[in-house]
């Protein structure tokens, strides 16, 4: 018998985990941003179509993560349909959390990789077309910090597990 506890989802996460919504890669993307790190499974492809006056007309997404991660990017790909980047920008974590129904605080950094990739992906449109709004912040935000935090320590974890392998005269990576 399992001696594990199920985490408390909301009934959405759950529904959305079983169907999520726009899922899959985008042909015809005009962004295409991931965030998390594909060594530890945690990880967010995002998919923008943006169209005139910089409005994100589709959105879809990947996610190599767990229950909460494809609830996040699911329900976000919804909220960020027919938003300006400017508002699309504007859109938190706890706003998804919020649309879940709540995560569990254990899963907060689900729902902040699924935005830092939104940020990410909005920086690399401007980026492209050599611009930067006013709007847009040249200092990173708490979320895309943590996103860069967390795929740092992912490979300083990975770096050091490839050293200890080779001590052993193994080598190799996970
Ligand atoms: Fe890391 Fe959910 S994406 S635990």
Request: proline content about 6%; some cysteine; charged content about 25%.
């Amino acid at each position: 018998m399992s001696t594990r506890i199920p985490l408390p989802y909301s009934p959405k996460v759950l529904e959305i985990f079983r169907n999520p919504r726009n899922l899959g890669p985008m042909e015809d993307a005009t962004i295409v941003e991931s965030a998390g790190s594909p060594a530890c499974g945690d990880m967010i492809k995002l998919y923008l179509k943006v169209g005139e006056g910089d409005v994100v007309e589709r959105a879809t997404f990947e996610s190599y993560g767990c229950a909460a991660n494809i609830a996040a990017a699911s329900i976000l790909t919804e909220i960020v349909r027919g938003k300006s980047l400017r508002e699309a920008w504007q859109i938190s974590w706890k706003q998804l959390s919020d649309e879940l129904g709540g995560l569990p605080p254990i899963k907060y950094h689900c729902s902040i990789l699924a935005v830092g990739a939104l940020k990410r992906a909005i920086r690399a449109y401007y980026r492209a077309k050599g611009e930067r709004p006013e709007w847009l912040p040249e200092a990173m935000t708490p979320e895309e910090r943590q996103v860069l935090e967390e795929e740092e320590m992912i490979e300083r974890y990975y770096r050091a597990l490839g050293r200890l392998g080779g001590a052993q005269g193994e080598g190799g990576s996970a």
